[in-house]
C-alpha cells in the first residue's frame, strides 16, 4: 500500500516547505540510503506541487537538493565565494555568497511550493 493512500496530501505551504527542507537534509546527508524504497517519492507527493508530476517533480527536487547542499558548504565554508561567483566586488564577499546560495535555493524550493517558475 503507497503512503499516499493512507496520508492526506499537506495543504499549508509552510509546513510543506519545512518537511521538503527536512527530506532535502536526509538526501544530502546519505541517510535516505536506509529507506524503503517509494517513501521519498510518496513524501514528495505529498508535500510538493501537485502540478509536479514524475520526472519533473524528481527533477524539481534534485534541483533543489543540489541548491541547499550548495547553500550548506557556503555557510559551512567548504565553499569559498570564489567558487560561487569570482567575480564578486562587493565588500563582504563571503555574505554575498551566503545570500546567492541562499536565494537560489530559495527560488528552487518556491518551484517545488508552487509548480512553476
Known amino acids: 500500500m503507497s503512503v499516499t493512500a493512507i496520508r492526506p496530501p499537506v495543504t499549508d505551504t509552510e509546513v510543506r516547505a519545512g518537511k521538503l527542507t527536512w527530506l532535502a537534509g536526509v538526501v544530502i546527508s546519505g541517510e535516505v540510503a536506509t529507506w524503503p524504497r517509494g517513501v521519498v517519492t510518496d513524501d514528495l507527493r505529498l508535500w510538493a506541487d501537485p502540478s509536479l508530476t514524475g520526472e519533473a517533480l524528481g527533477q524539481q527536487f534534485e534541483r533543489y537538493a543540489d541548491a541547499e547542499k550548495l547553500r550548506l ?15 564578486l566586488t562587493c565588500g563582504d564577499r563571503a555574505e554575498a555568497a551566503r545570500k546567492i546560495t541562499a536565494a537560489n535555493a530559495a527560488a528552487e524550493l518556491d518551484v517545488l511550493l508552487r509548480g512553476t517558475r
Open 73 to 87: 558548504d557556503v555557510e559551512e565554508e567548504t565553499v569559498t565565494w570564489q567558487d560561487i561567483e569570482p567575480d
